[in-house]
């Protein structure tokens, strides 16, 4: 019998192999005097990085959820996450290991490897603070022992990361507050900080130059079509190219040379040139498959860091999924936040992976659980007892029988 942890797992291999055959399509360039190989497609960089990413999530599905909240000291992994974000979030600045990517030092470079510490950050917090909220849940409503001490880490979390990619710190903002306040943090403690958090975000748009121009592009991207409105422009291009069934699947003209970044922030357009309306639906609705599995996991438990941690995912998820979508369609500023699974990349596919693992691991508990319930024996002296009463035989209780 299928259970929510198989939808979960069919709905990350779909979206793991769409991602795979897209990122393939937007990435394909005319070359002259160059041939490109089936063998360059499918044993390519993207379909390893998805092979990773289904290993690394049938490993975090035999995780035991309830160790990482009942092991103390060095064995527990909360410290080693919160010194190790930020002392990744620092070492992004220190030359020769830090890497600049479009203007930004996001990039942690060690020898052949490189990964983006704010991704790894960025799932790292939702356990911390659902470790600290299933901890806490009967101060939570109190503002100085319950709400203050995980928003203090949040806010040293985002302004770390903030400095070189707002979206990501306002994505990890948001969701944990979301969080504190489904562990029973009260919404006007929440309330009380949002106009420091509206002030730090006011100023971290208006102190960088591109982060104006962006919010100028999103206003009104056709006041400077060839400049800071050309993203917008082509972007909204390319959705609007597709139509109902899409230029077919490796027929973009958006991705010759006129969508920036069209294989990472910018691939749902290209899905949605290429596919149209229904390859655009068909993703809508993978996502949200993956979004009701996980609820119907978390509904599941009765455990608060179980919920707690789940909800976290699926917010994560859901947000950046959100986001991404917004901006590709020109309904939000434009943001480096990727489309979960699907975007190319390897840090945030592993992680993503890992982390929708252990939504898995959750329902393989909560189905031992079920398969461990005592059932009817026959034999039993209660059993006996039972099927001689009258009215209750063996021919009228097939159950007993």
């Given at each position: 019998?299928?259970?929510?942890g198989?939808?979960?797992?069919?709905?990350?291999?779909?979206?793991l192999?769409f991602?795979?055959?897209?990122?393939?399509s937007?990435?394909?360039r005319i070359v002259p005097d160059?041939?490109?190989e089936?063998?360059?497609?499918?044993?390519g960089?993207q379909t390893?990085?998805?092979?990773?990413?289904?290993?690394?999530?049938?490993?975090?599905s035999?995780?035991?959820?309830?160790?990482l909240?009942?092991?103390?000291?060095?064995?527990?992994?909360?410290p080693?996450?919160?010194?190790?974000?930020i002392v990744?979030?620092l070492?992004v600045?220190?030359?020769?290991?830090g890497?600049?990517?479009?203007g930004?030092?996001?990039?942690?470079?060690?020898?052949?490897?490189?990964?983006?510490?704010?991704?790894?950050v960025?799932w790292?917090m939702i356990?911390?603070?659902?470790?600290y909220?299933a901890?806490?849940?009967?101060?939570m409503?109190?503002?100085?022992?319950?709400?203050l001490?995980p928003?203090?880490?949040i806010?040293?979390?985002?302004i770390?990361?903030?400095?070189e990619d707002?979206?990501?710190?306002?994505?990890?903002?948001g969701?944990?507050?979301c969080?504190?306040?489904?562990?029973?943090a009260?919404?006007r403690?929440a309330?009380?900080?949002?106009?420091?958090?509206?002030?730090?975000?006011?100023?971290?748009?208006?102190t960088?130059?591109?982060?104006m121009?962006r919010?100028?592009?999103?206003i009104?991207?056709?006041?400077?079509p060839?400049?800071?409105?050309y993203?917008?422009?082509?972007?909204m291009?390319a959705v609007?190219g597709g139509?109902?069934a899409g230029?077919?699947?490796?027929?973009?003209?958006?991705?010759?040379?006129?969508?920036?970044?069209?294989?990472?922030?910018?691939?749902?357009?290209?899905?949605?040139?290429e596919l149209?309306?229904?390859?655009?639906?068909l993703?809508?609705c993978l996502?949200?498959g993956?979004?009701?599995?996980?609820?119907?996991i978390?509904?599941?438990?009765?455990?608060?860091f179980q919920?707690?941690l789940?909800?976290?995912?699926?917010?994560t998820?859901?947000?950046q999924?959100?986001?991404n979508?917004a901006?590709?369609?020109?309904?939000?500023?434009?943001k480096g936040?990727?489309?979960?699974?699907l975007s190319a990349g390897g840090?945030?596919?592993?992680v993503?992976?890992?982390?929708?693992?252990l939504?898995?691991?959750?329902?393989?508990?909560q189905?031992?659980?079920?398969?461990?319930?005592p059932?009817?024996?026959?034999?039993?002296?209660?059993?006996?007892?039972?099927?001689?009463?009258?009215?209750?035989s063996?021919?009228?209780?097939?159950?007993?029988s």
């Amino acid at each position: 019998m299928l259970r929510a942890g198989h939808g979960l797992v069919l709905c990350v291999l779909s979206l793991l192999i769409f991602g795979v055959v897209m990122v393939q399509s937007a990435g394909l360039r005319i070359v002259p005097d160059r041939s490109i190989e089936i063998g360059e497609i499918l044993l390519g960089k993207q379909t390893l990085l998805a092979a990773i990413s289904i290993l690394v999530l049938l490993v975090a599905s035999r995780i035991p959820i309830n160790r990482l909240y009942t092991a103390r000291g060095l064995w527990s992994p909360i410290p080693w996450i919160v010194v190790g974000s930020i002392v990744l979030l620092l070492i992004v600045h220190v030359p020769g290991i830090g890497r600049e990517v479009n203007g930004a030092r996001r990039w942690i470079s060690l020898g052949p490897i490189g990964f983006q510490p704010s991704e790894l950050v960025k799932w790292g917090m939702i356990l911390v603070l659902a470790w600290y909220a299933a901890r806490h849940v009967g101060s939570m409503h109190l503002f100085r022992s319950g709400f203050l001490p995980p928003m203090l880490l949040i806010g040293i979390i985002c302004i770390l990361i903030a400095t070189e990619d707002l979206g990501t710190a306002v994505l990890i903002g948001g969701v944990g507050v979301c969080l504190l306040i489904a562990a029973g943090a009260r919404v006007r403690h929440a309330a009380v900080l949002l106009p420091l958090g509206a002030a730090g975000f006011a100023c971290a748009v208006i102190t960088s130059e591109y982060r104006m121009n962006r919010l100028r592009a999103f206003i009104d991207p056709f006041q400077d079509p060839q400049g800071i409105g050309y993203h917008v422009i082509q972007s909204m291009s390319a959705v609007n190219g597709g139509g109902l069934a899409g230029r077919g699947l490796g027929n973009s003209v958006q991705k010759f040379g006129y969508l920036p970044e069209d294989t990472t922030d910018f691939i749902f357009a290209i899905i949605c040139e290429e596919l149209g309306i229904m390859g655009a639906a068909l993703v809508v609705c993978l996502y949200a498959g993956l979004l009701l599995c996980g609820i119907t996991i978390i509904k599941g438990t009765t455990s608060p860091f179980q919920r707690l941690l789940g909800l976290g995912v699926l917010l994560t998820l859901g947000f950046q999924a959100l986001i991404n979508m917004a901006v590709v369609t020109g309904s939000a500023p434009t943001k480096g936040i990727a489309l979960p699974l699907l975007s190319a990349g390897g840090t945030g596919w592993i992680v993503t992976a890992f982390s929708i693992g252990l939504l898995v691991s959750m329902d393989r508990e909560q189905g031992r659980k079920r398969n461990s319930l005592p059932t009817c024996n026959p034999a039993h002296p209660i059993s006996q007892e039972v099927a001689t009463m009258p009215g209750m035989s063996a021919q009228t209780n097939p159950q007993i029988s």
